[in-house]
């Protein structure tokens, strides 16, 4: 077997073919690991790499194959780990210079899964300073980018360097993080699978009343990410709000998926978005395929969604406000150089008043539910685009685009970001698949949002429409 058929290969047979002694872990790691040397130049998605350890592991999961050991579902087959996620004796640096040299003497609770389930870890993920910008920025590791441009565009963010990664082939899996986007934008930047899912389907125990924001999977195809939320999701007595999922398994729902029946809405803007043309048609495009070739009924609503840019600043601006006086064993973080952009969101927090940050919690968050429940009670699942552009130009102190269709928008930090921004805090899953290309051969993704807990029903909706399209085997050209 080639390297290149080893790197593209899906992870669920990855993982099967391990099992089956049709291909060795250290045959999948190394050539993982050769793909990695050959595409992180152009794409910029590594913190660290621990190539040596890996094959090291990849060696031992071997040893206990020819032992005849019983194996988990993810066994010897490579992964890689956003920044964001501690991982115990490997450093983590949560996007800073500032903790460059942090090794965690702890596993989170996601890493600890997946490692139990056999996986091995090939790399930490670039993402922004502790996720806080919707681009994978650094002032440790620079800029990530899309693998289907010239380095020129960006991969967004915060999860930028693992969409990038495995949209390359380095590792058929990739672990990310989402609060408001950060794992679907990227995802739609770089043409690959991103769930978002149920706050505390998968627990977070270092934030145990966390109710918005998940880790979850970046992956080539929807199977697979149900495959790492098969080994993730559960609940954690340490997480209060953690819950058991209602099905046997999320894998067995993608395959034989059909949206045949289903009453789906489509909403193009939410409302107040200007989606570019493009973008628009391409996501026209899909909404058809649904109805014609996937058999869905499809109805276009019209939505009156609060305006996640004057939310996300008010929700998030005293968090903002407060990493800035986080202790960094040189000061804090706020001495550091940050990018502007993370500045003028901590400054919004600071001039905040507690009553401004209790009215958006509170009031403006149950708006947004109820916008999306008034959807929801009459359709099945609700889609959108996942954005309203196609992967921009690396945007330097902006932080995000600065115009769609030729007008300027309010924010560009927080614009491309607010297709996804409310879903998130209605607390409802969300996935985005690839959906087709611009002209400029940028991918489009496809957004998919479900009631609350709906995750099965998300998935195999996801998985449906990738079976009517061939979207999922498109490779980018940088690979």
């Known amino acids: 077997m080639s390297n290149e058929e080893i790197v593209w290969m899906p992870g669920h047979r990855m993982a099967e073919a391990i099992r089956k002694k049709e291909l060795s872990p250290t045959e999948a790691v190394s050539a993982v690991l050769e793909q990695l040397e050959k595409v992180e130049p152009h794409i910029n998605a590594f913190v660290t790499v621990v190539g040596e350890q890996a094959l090291e592991q990849a060696a031992e999961a071997e040893r206990r194959i020819a032992r005849g050991e019983e194996v988990g579902p993810l066994h010897g087959v490579p992964v890689t780990v956003k920044d964001l996620t501690e991982t115990a004796g490997v450093r983590t640096t949560y996007g800073t210079a500032a903790f460059k040299d942090n090794v965690p003497d702890h596993d989170a609770l996601s890493w600890t899964r997946l490692k139990a389930a056999g996986a091995i870890l090939i790399g930490k993920t670039t993402t922004p300073p502790f996720g806080m910008l919707g681009i994978t920025d650094s002032d440790l590791t620079g800029r990530t980018s899309t693998p289907w441009a010239a380095p020129t565009h960006t991969s967004g963010g915060s999860s930028g360097g693992a969409a990038a990664s495995v949209a390359c082939g380095v590792a058929p899996f990739a672990w990310g993080s989402d609060g408001g986007g950060s794992i679907r934008v990227p995802a739609a930047c770089c043409g690959v699978v991103g769930m978002k899912t149920t706050p505390n389907l998968v627990p977070v125990v270092e934030r145990p009343w966390e109710s918005t924001g998940v880790e979850g999977p970046l992956t080539r195809n929807v199977r697979d990410s149900a495959l790492l939320l098969d080994v993730t999701a559960g609940p954690d007595p340490r997480t209060p709000l953690s819950f058991p999922y209602e099905v046997d398994s999320f894998e067995a729902v993608t395959l034989n998926p059909s949206v045949a029946g289903l009453?789906?809405?489509?909403?193009?803007?939410?409302?107040?978005?200007?989606?570019?043309?493009?973008?628009?048609?391409?996501?026209?495009?899909?909404v058809r395929t649904l109805a014609s070739a996937g058999g869905a009924h499809v109805e276009q609503v019209e939505m009156n969604v609060p305006d996640p840019i004057d939310y996300f600043g008010k929700i998030y601006g005293p968090a903002f406000a407060a990493g800035m006086e986080m202790p960094t064993g040189s000061g804090t973080f706020g001495d550091l150089p940050i990018h502007p952009a993370i500045r003028r969101r901590a400054e919004q927090g600071r001039a905040m008043s507690a009553m401004e940050h209790f009215h958006?919690?509170?009031?403006?968050?149950?708006?947004?539910?109820?916008?999306?429940?008034?959807?929801?009670?009459?359709?099945?699942?609700?889609?959108?685009?996942?954005?309203?552009?196609?992967?921009?130009?690396?945007?330097?102190?902006?932080?995000?685009?600065?115009?769609?269709?030729?007008?300027?928008?309010?924010?560009?930090?927080?614009?491309?970001?607010?297709?996804?921004?409310?879903?998130?805090?209605?607390?409802?899953?969300?996935?985005?698949?690839?959906?087709?290309?611009?002209?400029?051969?940028?991918?489009?993704?496809?957004?998919?949002?479900?009631?609350?807990?709906?995750?099965?029903?998300?998935?195999?909706?996801?998985?449906?429409?990738?079976?009517?399209?061939?979207?999922?085997?498109?490779?980018?050209?940088?690979?």
């Open 263 to 286: 009453r789906i809405a489509y909403s193009p803007d939410f409302g107040s978005a200007e989606i570019d043309h493009e973008v628009r048609a391409v996501v026209d495009e899909a």
């Open 360 to 479: 958006v919690e509170q009031v403006t968050r149950t708006e947004i539910l109820q916008a999306f429940l008034g959807v929801l009670k009459d359709h099945d699942l609700l889609v959108s685009p996942t954005m309203p552009v196609a992967a921009f130009p690396h945007p330097g102190p902006e932080a995000g685009n600065t115009h769609v269709n030729g007008k300027p928008v309010a924010d560009p930090m927080l614009d491309f970001h607010r297709m996804t921004e409310s879903p998130t805090h209605a607390m409802l899953p969300a996935i985005t698949v690839n959906c087709g290309f611009t002209k400029a051969g940028l991918p489009v993704g496809l957004q998919i949002i479900g009631p609350l807990r709906a995750d099965a029903a998300v998935l195999a909706a996801a998985a449906a429409f990738e079976s009517l399209t061939p979207w999922s085997t498109r490779r980018p050209p940088i690979a």
